[in-house]
């Protein structure tokens, strides 16, 4: 009875807030649109920079404040639009830097440029850099290390290098990333191998600057 209260009142709540929408003119996607433009007034009144994640973008772009940064998470691609915008942005596509994605090998992390079809000076200016996610639906306390370590250094690398300086090809990085690799492990960091995708055990026994 109680969850089926629940439901009752949920359904009525729904349908008095879809109501309210109506009577000012909005449906879900416009009241979602006034919600983030009316939080971002809210937030440069403080004196705050505001993020907003790409969806935002993609969806009504136009319409935000021209200080936003955009947080791209989705895909590829959405950066160099949103430069082109005139709008600041930070880079984290999720099929590259995600690191749960397990799929994911330090490879793609290595030569995931942020800066891919932005061509423009003054518009690679307005990329603020990168950013690696760890989120929790695949680690605990028992393999948070091997999930972050080494791929996280792979990310570093390509953001902290000048351009130029970085290898054309990840295989010319493996012995210095496989080197930074047993560091971290005799530093007591449970850095994962770099053969095979993501967070794996090593294939055999042997040196570790050789997994």
């Known amino acids: 009875m109680i969850g089926h209260a629940s439901e ?19 449906d879900t996607s416009g009241a979602y649109q006034y919600f983030v433009l009316r939080a971002q007034k ?7 920079e505001i993020i907003n994640w790409e969806e935002t973008f993609n969806d009504f772009g136009s319409k935000l404040s021209r200080k ?23 880079v984290s596509n999720q099929d590259k830097w995600y690191l749960d994605h397990l799929d994911a090998p330090w490879e793609g992390f290595y030569m995931n440029e942020p800066l891919t079809n932005i061509t423009n000076h003054q518009q690679q200016k307005l ?9 929790g639906e695949h680690i605990d306390a028992s393999d948070i290390e091997q999930t972050i370590w080494p791929r996280a250094a792979a990310a570093a690398e390509r953001l902290w290098s000048a351009y130029d ?4 090809d990840p295989s010319q990085v493996f012995g210095r990333l496989a080197h930074f690799r047993c560091l971290l492990n005799q530093r007591g960091v449970a850095a994962a191998p770099l053969v095979g995708p993501g967070r794996v055990a090593p294939e055999e026994p042997g040196s570790c600057y050789k997994q």
């Open 127 to 135: 990329i603020l850099g990168g950013e690696v996610c760890m989120w």
């Open 8 to 26: 009752k009142e949920g359904f009525y709540f729904l349908k008095a807030k879809s109501d309210e929408l109506r009577q000012h003119g909005l």
């Open 68 to 90: 936003t940064v955009v947080h791209n998470w989705l895909g590829g691609g959405v950066a160099e639009k949103v430069v082109a915008a005139g709008l600041r942005c930070i």
């Open 165 to 168: 300086n970085l290898a054309k």
């Open 42 to 48: 809210i937030a440069l009144s403080h004196g705050y």
